[in-house]
């Protein structure tokens, strides 16, 4: 017989394939689930903020190599190199957690009030 894995354990992609999936849980999985997606987005934020540190360099030398005519033919040709790449990846994580955490805050507030009008 396989054993149910708790869900107050359940990774980030776990969480999003609960939400997905609209899997009931009580409002203290769903506060966890909000402190994890939080903990995630903090450590992505930290990976954004190694990648915009560098990148005024890299813009730097882009132009310096290569005849550019504004910021955003650059920013175009940074986006093109693997750093950049993550950039946008990170981006869109970022903006996807932000709705998650969102979400389950939404969560955890609506069930906080169902539990204070049942008491």
């Given at each position: 017989m396989e054993e149910t894995k708790d869900p107050k354990e359940y990774s980030p992609k776990e969480i999003e394939k609960a939400l997905r999936d609209n899997m009931t849980v009580t409002p203290d999985v769903l506060a966890r689930w909000r402190?994890?997606?939080s903990?995630?987005?903090?450590y992505y934020a930290g990976e954004m903020e190694n990648i915009e540190k560098s990148k005024a360099k890299i813009w730097l030398e882009i132009k310096a190599r290569i005849d550019v005519k504004?910021?955003?033919?650059?920013?175009?040709?940074?986006?093109?190199?693997?750093?950049?790449?993550?950039?946008i990846g990170l981006?869109?994580?970022l903006k996807g957690l932000e709705k998650q955490i969102s979400s389950l805050r939404?969560?955890?507030?609506?069930?906080?009030?169902?539990?204070?009008?049942?008491?």
């Open positions: 402190t994890r997606m903990a995630e987005w903090a504004s910021d955003a033919q650059t920013d175009r040709i940074f986006a093109t190199t693997e750093m950049g790449q993550n950039e981006k869109w994580r939404q969560e955890v507030d609506t069930a906080q009030t169902a539990w204070n009008m049942a008491t």
